[in-house]
Nanobody, 115 residues
């Protein structure tokens, strides 16, 4: 079984920055793809950014150039540095981990961008 623990999130004014972190633990061997998704009120969950086990990132068009996804120092950890935040970035952000054909989700952390 795999568990995901997220940290970070909170309130930030428009133009501000936040950093999210996620760590996967459990019966895991090797490094695996990880990423972040988000779900705004009344909307479907959408991809924000993913990163391969080799560290290759991929971003949604809406966050390209503003967000940076990276693998943490520990194996199977992922960070999301968010800058130039906009009100439309307000959402619950979920960590995503894919391992041996299964997909795991964190509980989500709320990011609120408002003045």
């Amino acid at each position: 079984q795999v568990q995901l623990v997220e940290s970070g999130g909170g309130w930030v004014p428009p133009g501000g920055s936040l950093r999210l972190s996620c760590a996967a633990s459990g019966s895991i061997f090797g490094s695996w793809p990880m990423g972040w998704y988000r779900q705004a009120p009344g909307k479907q969950r959408e991809l924000v950014a993913t990163i391969s086990s080799a560290g290759n990132p991929d971003y949604a068009d809406s966050v390209q150039g503003r967000f940076t996804v990276s693998r943490g120092n520990a194996r199977n950890t992922v960070d999301l540095q968010m800058s130039s935040l906009k009100s439309e970035d307000t959402a619950v952000y979920y960590c995503n981990f894919r391992h041996l054909g299964a997909t795991y989700w964190g509980n989500g952390t709320l990011v609120t961008v408002s003045s």
